[in-house]
T-cell receptor, first 112, second 116 residues
Framework: RKEVEQDPGPFNVPEGATVAFNCTYS??????FFWYRQDCRKEPKLLMS???SGNEDGRFTAQLNRASQYISLLIRDSKLSDSATYLC?????????????FGKGTMLLVSP | DGGITQSPKYLFRKEGQNVTLSCEQN?????MYWYRQDPGQGLRLIYY???????QKGDIAEGYSVSREKKESFPLTVTSAQKNPTAFYLC???????????????FGDGTRLSIL
């Protein structure tokens, strides 16, 4: 299994749709999980951290399943401005000094 | 405003030339990182530094060098030994807590390096 694996997409959805991204990771010792958003030719920006109990930020919901080593991101009521590549990010170990591994990202295209 | 500043935004390298990419942060973060991103690819870690005067190789350090003489600054030199330097280079910083888990990394807006 790759360190961090995501469906590359693109996911083409109409405005208002609900879309879900999935991510799997290989290191069972990983403790930190994030979703980043990257617009075309721009730097990645933190969208949200992912907590064990799951967490929500407005239209965005993140879930973590440690047993399956699986992370998800749900976007409800998609907006045109949500079009971007979504990166799943996992730390490499169980220390705050470990580095992060970035998935290749899933591209989302929201159309009118 | 606190943030990470990378310069230049665009850089061209002649064959056999070393070039240095600048990264400065005023977030008071201990840790700094350099990544490379190729089209359609994920970020790959080149070098990182958890503290001043110390740094470690990442996954693709060959052909690159760094220094960390000040907390705020982490310049990356792309040497002539790096045969395929064309890429988008991203600098990031974070505050490692030392506890289980990481703080998220915050990125500069990148430098695009091309070969002339």
């Amino acid at each position: 299994r790759k360190e961090v694996e995501q469906d590359p997409g693109p996911f083409n959805v109409p405005e208002g749709a609900t879309v879900a991204f999935n991510c799997t990771y290989s290191n069972s010792a990983s403790q930190s999980f994030f979703w980043y958003r990257q617009d075309c030719r721009k730097e990645p920006k933190l969208l949200m951290s992912v907590y064990s109990s799951g967490n929500e930020d407005g239209r965005f919901t993140a879930q973590l399943n440690r047993a399956s080593q699986y992370i998800s991101l749900l976007i409800r009521d998609s907006k045109l401005s949500d079009s971007a590549t979504y990166l799943c990010v996992v730390n490499k170990g169980n220390s705050g000094y470990s580095t992060l591994t970035f998935g290749k990202g899933t591209m989302l295209l929201v159309s009118p | 405003d606190g943030g990470i500043t990378q310069s230049p935004k665009y850089l061209f390298r002649k064959e056999g030339q070393n070039v240095t990419l600048s990264c400065e942060q005023n977030l008071n973060h201990d840790a700094m990182y350099w990544y490379r991103q190729d089209p359609g690819q994920g970020l790959r870690l080149i070098y990182y530094s958890q503290i001043v005067n110390d740094f470690q190789k990442g996954d693709i350090a060959e052909g690159y060098s760094v220094s960390r003489e000040k907390k705020e600054s982490f310049p990356l030199t792309v040497t002539s030994a790096q045969k395929n330097p064309t890429a988008f280079y991203l600098c990031a910083s974070s505050t490692p807590t030392g506890r289980v888990g990481n703080q998220p990394q915050h990125f500069g807006d990148g430098t695009r390096l091309s070969i002339l």
